[in-house]
C-alpha cells in the first residue's frame, strides 16, 4: 500500500507541484507543512518501508517545529519506530510530534504530549467566561519538560484553538 499524503506523489519526489496542487495551495487547502512533510516523509519511505503504510492527513508547522496528523493506527508505526521521528526531525530541521487523527481533544492531548503522561484534562471556566483545557501530568515539576511544554500549548492553540493550562500533580494538590 503506497504512502497516503495531501500531495500527488510525484511531486513530492520532484519539489514541484502540479496545476493541480498548486490550486489546493492557493486556495488553502493545502499548507506550505503539508508539502515539507510529504516531500520528507517520501523520502523516508525509500529507507523505512513502515512508512509507505501511512496516510498523512494534515501538517502543521509551529515555530519550526512540525505537527503531523495520521491514522491512528499509522500514530502507533511512529512511536514502534523511532527513527521515523529522528529521520523526520533531521529533514526538516525542527521537532516533529505525530498525533492519530481523532475527534476526542483528550485523545488529541494524549498523543501530542506522549511520553509525557496526562493525569487529567479538564474544562476550566474563568471568571470571565472564557474556557480554558487545564491538563495535569503526574508527579513534581520536571524543569527540563519547560520548553517543551511551552511549544506544546503553542501547538494545541494552533492546531484546535484550545487554550491549555498545563500543571503538575503536586502543584495542583499544594493550591487545594
Ligand atoms: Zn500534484
New binding site residues.
Given amino acids: 500500500m503506497p504512502l497516503r499524503i495531501p ?2 506523489a ?2 513530492a519526489k520532484t519539489g514541484i ?2 496545476a ?2 498548486q490550486a489546493k495551495l492557493t486556495a488553502g487547502q493545502i499548507t506550505d507543512a503539508d508539502i515539507q512533510v510529504s516531500k520528507a516523509l517520501v523520502k523516508l519511505a525509500e529507507k523505512i518501508p513502515d512508512v509507505n503504510k501511512m496516510t498523512l492527513l494534515r501538517s502543521f508547522q509551529v515555530d519550526g517545529n512540525y505537527v503531523l496528523e495520521v491514522e491512528q493506527a499509522d500514530a502507533a508505526i511512529v512511536r514502534s519506530k523511532p527513527e521515523i521521528k529522528q529521520k523526520l526531525e533531521e529533514q526538516l530541521k525542527g521537532k516533529v510530534w505525530v498525533i492519530g487523527s481523532s475527534n476526542s481533544d483528550r485523545r488529541f492531548l494524549e498523543d501530542l504530549f506522549y511520553p509525557i503522561r496526562l493525569l487529567t484534562v479538564n474544562t476550566v471556566w474563568l471568571p470571565d467566561g472564557s474556557k480554558v483545557t487545564k491538563a495535569i501530568i503526574p508527579g513534581r515539576r520536571v524543569e527540563r519538560l519547560s520548553g517543551e511544554i511551552e511549544i506544546l500549548k503553542k501547538i494545541v492553540k494552533q492546531v484546535k484553538g484550545i487554550e491549555l493550562m498545563v500543571e503538575f500533580e503536586r502543584e495542583a494538590t499544594l493550591r487545594l
Fill in positions: 500531495i500527488c510525484f511531486d507541484l502540479c493541480k496542487c
